[in-house]
C-alpha cells in the first residue's frame, strides 16, 4: 500500500465532505493526525494521516451513507434531513458573573460534546437556552439575534441586555419550522 501522507482537507475534498466530517470520524476511529509543513500553504503545519487510514475512513463513509440511505427511505418528505444537519442553536453565556454581556451562539448536533469543547477555554460558561435548529439556519440565526451587538470573535458577542438576545432569537425561531432533532435526548 502506498504510504504518501494524504492530508486531511485533500480527503475531505476527494470524498465531497466537510473536514470537519473527517476529523469526527479521525476521532471515532482513534486515529490520531500527524502534522507537516504543506507547499503550498505557506509553510502552516497541514493534519495528515496515511493511505491506509484514509481507506478506513472512507469504508466508514460509505458504512455511514448506506446506513443515512436506509434511513432516509423511512422518513417523510419535509424531515428528509440527515441527522448530522439537526441538532440545537445555543445561547452560552461566557463568564456570567465577570462579563454577563459576553455571549456565544452556535450550532451543535451534540450540545454535551460541544459544551466539553468550549469548558477548555470558558470555564465558566453556563447554558442560557438551546432551541431545536437545522445546521443550514446557523449563519442566518447568527446573523439576526446578534444585530447591534459587539462581535468579538467569530461567534462570540458582547450585548447590554441577554435578555434582548433572547427576544430576538424567539422572534426568529418562530418563523422558522418547527422541527424536533432525532437525538433530541442527547441534547438535554
Partial sequence: ????PIFVVDLADQVGKRKQTIF?????????????????????????????????VIAELNS????????????????????????VFYLLALEPEHDPGRFKVGFATSLPERLQKHRCSAPLLKVIKHWPSKRLWEK?????????????????FRTASIHTIMERRDQFFALMPQIVPANAEKQQ
Fill in 1 to 4: 500500500m502506498n504510504d504518501e
Fill in 64 to 87: 455511514r451513507a448506506e446506513t443515512e440511505n436506509t434511513n432516509i427511505k423511512s422518513r417523510v418528505a419535509d424531515s428528509s434531513f440527515s441527522d448530522a444537519e439537526l441538532g
Fill in 140 to 156: 442566518t440565526a447568527i446573523d439576526a439575534v446578534t444585530f447591534g451587538c459587539e462581535r468579538i470573535h467569530t461567534e462570540v
Fill in 24 to 56: 469526527k470520524i479521525l476521532t471515532r476511529l482513534h486515529i490520531q493526525t500527524s502534522k507537516k509543513r504543506g507547499a503550498n500553504d505557506r509553510g502552516q503545519l497541514i493534519a495528515y494521516i496515511t493511505s491506509q487510514e484514509a481507506q478506513l
